[in-house]
């Protein structure tokens, strides 16, 4: 069958996330370093990707960080999710996310939570996860939270300001 794609979901480097963050999510970020978060190199951060023969065309990064109004126990939070436009509707976030997921769980993760665009809603609702919070202000373009609060490096970014959010979760059970 011609044109069938084969994508396999994997953990993947720090390295290997910042093609799709500053492709997607920060095209005013020169590839390399300056696409790098705070919590990329903690020991109980993990990033995952899904990969096709062309290369890596979906990405998420998930760290140990307990929200302080969720119910108690492990929990990861969802940084810096992007899939290429080209891979969009093929449900390649779909397996980023229940891989991702599999994988937290095995780790002893209880719950997963994020900040989440307006434009993604859908997508985590075709998910399951719930919207636990109130609209919020944001101070990155676009985004809705999958609560939780704000990076510095979206605070500081200056013409990212005051989009309204909220808050969405992911209960592992």
């Known amino acids: 069958m011609a044109g069938l794609i084969t994508y396999q979901f994997s953990r993947i480097t720090l390295a290997e996330t910042w093609g799709l963050r500053a492709a997607v999510l920060w095209p005013e970020k020169d590839?390399?370093?300056?696409?790098?978060?705070?919590?990329d190199d903690l020991p109980d951060t993990f990033h995952f990707g899904v990969k096709c023969a062309t290369g890596i065309v979906s990405i998420g990064t998930f760290a140990k960080e307990v929200h302080p109004?969720?119910?108690p126990g492990v929990h990861y939070r969802?940084?810096?999710?992007?899939?290429?436009?080209?891979?969009?509707?093929?449900?390649?976030?779909?397996?980023?996310?229940?891989?991702?997921t599999s994988a937290l769980s095995e780790a002893g993760c209880s719950l997963v939570w994020a900040n989440?665009?307006?434009?993604?809603?859908?997508?985590?609702?075709?998910?399951?996860?719930?919207?636990?919070g109130q609209p919020m202000r944001c101070h990155y373009e676009g985004h809705i939270g999958l609560f939780g609060g704000l990076s510095d490096e979206m605070i500081n970014a200056s013409s990212m300001k005051n989009r309204h959010c909220q808050y969405y979760t992911h209960i592992m059970r």
């Open 31 to 39: 590839l390399g370093p300056t696409c790098q978060l705070s919590i």
């Open 69 to 71: 109004e969720l119910p």
């Open 78 to 100: 969802l940084r810096a999710m992007a899939t290429d436009q080209n891979h969009r509707q093929c449900g390649v976030g779909r397996m980023l996310i229940e891989g991702a």
């Open 116 to 132: 989440a665009r307006h434009v993604a809603l859908g997508f985590y609702a075709r998910l399951n996860w719930d919207v636990v």
